[in-house]
């Protein structure tokens, strides 16, 4: 069965520069979740995606962005990027419609390194 | 704010030992509980989801139950193995009336390690 999608699975950048990480949900999933797991942290709620409408917005510094495309993949944008923003990079997805139990399938991951 | 507490944060067992993880929570209103399991620099692998109106779920080795009014949740492994050495992490969905902004509130897991 297709699972979530993440790309790419690693990034190193540097301070000050932008970066674009992406999602492919599974098939027929409506929602997307982004969440970030610093080092040795637990995963801490980013932004989600309903329908490709913002569904709810965690804690997202400003300098993010993120967006749910026609086809229901999602991006997350990071600009300006500060050392403190490496961390593994987590997308989720689920259906919801339908009164679904809401279960959320994670992808593998991004793995963002600022140097 | 919901806050979500594991315990412990570490556990080193011999194999073939069952065992507990424990996992809490401040707000009682959650809509679904699910237990995870993280290798080390990995993703994040759903082991057993309980919705709100249950008391535990079963999956193999791996039974986790649930007490919603006490805010507890425990995770039972049976027969531990090497291969379940990993970080387990507990995450809670809150009963929103918005059905979309169900994020995940996660605990800080609990670093497993089954000895040979």
């Known amino acids: 069965a297709a699972g979530v999608i993440q790309s790419p699975r690693h990034l190193i950048k540097e301070k000050r520069e932008t970066a674009t990480l992406k999602c492919y949900p599974i098939p027929r999933h409506d929602t997307v979740y982004w969440y970030q797991q610093g080092p040795g942290q637990d995963p801490q709620f980013l932004i989600s995606?309903?329908?490709?409408?913002?569904?709810d917005k965690g804690s997202i510094p400003d300098r993010f962005s993120a967006q749910q495309f026609s086809d229901y993949h999602s991006e997350l944008n990071m600009s300006s990027l500060e050392l403190g923003d490496s961390a593994l990079y987590f997308c989720?997805?689920?259906?919801?419609?339908?009164?679904?139990?809401?279960?959320?399938?994670f992808g593998a991951g991004t793995r963002l390194s600022v140097l | 704010k919901q806050e979500v507490t594991q315990i412990p944060a570490a556990l080193s067992v011999p194999e073939g030992e069952n065992l507990v993880l424990n996992c809490s929570f401040t707000?009682?209103?959650?809509?679904?509980l699910q237990w995870f399991r993280q290798d080390p620099g990995k993703g994040l692998t759903s082991l057993l989801l309980?919705?709100?109106?249950?008391r535990e779920q079963t999956s193999g080795r791996l039974n986790a139950s649930l007490d919603k009014s006490s805010g507890r949740s425990t995770l039972y492994i049976a027969a531990s193995q090497p291969g379940d050495s990993a970080t387990y992490l507990c995450?809670?969905?809150?009963?929103?009336?918005?059905?979309?902004?169900?994020?995940?509130?996660f605990g800080s897991g609990t670093q497993l390690t089954v000895l040979p």
């Open positions: 309980i919705q709100s109106s249950q």
């Open positions: 995450a809670v969905t809150p009963h929103t009336v918005e059905t979309s902004a169900r994020q995940l509130t």
């Open positions: 995606f309903y329908e490709k409408m913002q569904s």
């Open positions: 989720a997805s689920s259906l919801v419609r339908g009164g679904n139990k809401n279960i959320q399938y």
């Open positions: 707000d009682s209103a959650i809509y679904n």
